[in-house]
Nanobody, 126 residues
Framework: EVQLVESGGGLVQAGGSLRLSCAAS????????IGWFRQAPGKEREGVSC????????VDARSVKGRFTASRDNAKNTVYLQMSSLKPEDTVVYYC???????????????????WGQGTQVTVSS
């Protein structure tokens, strides 16, 4: 059974930091890109960061570039999202998702993500 379990969300003051984790099981982790997404109520889902299954290269959304960094530990089947300089507008539910990374360069298209976690809430107070 495929599972993606996010953790690490919580309440933090503006300017603070959080590290989210995404623990994966049930598939060959190294062969998959992992994406981080977020969605506020009533709004479209937004891609935050994608990390490839090959060389671990990342692509970050413009809204978080320089503040958020994704990394992966293939030995632990876990991907992390280090978030710093958090802003109140970062307050949403964050999801991780997995997509087959055919050429090892990452998967920017969210429609190609097969597996999704349940999400973890991040709240940034002003």
């Amino acid at each position: 059974e495929v599972q993606l379990v996010e953790s690490g969300g919580g309440l933090v003051q503006a300017g603070g930091s959080l590290r989210l984790s995404c623990a994966a099981s049930g598939f060959t982790f190294d062969d998959y890109a992992i994406g981080w997404f977020r969605q506020a109520p009533g709004k479209e889902r937004e891609g935050v960061s994608c990390i490839s299954g090959g060389d671990g290269s990342t692509v970050d959304a413009r809204s978080v570039k320089g503040r958020f960094t994704a990394s992966r530990d293939n030995a632990k089947n876990t991907v992390y999202l280090q978030m710093s300089s958090l802003k109140p507008e970062d307050t949403v539910v964050y999801y991780c998702a997995a997509a087959p990374d055919v050429d090892g360069t990452g998967v920017p298209d969210e429609n190609l993500y097969d597996y999704w976690g349940q999400g973890t809430q991040v709240t940034v107070s002003s």
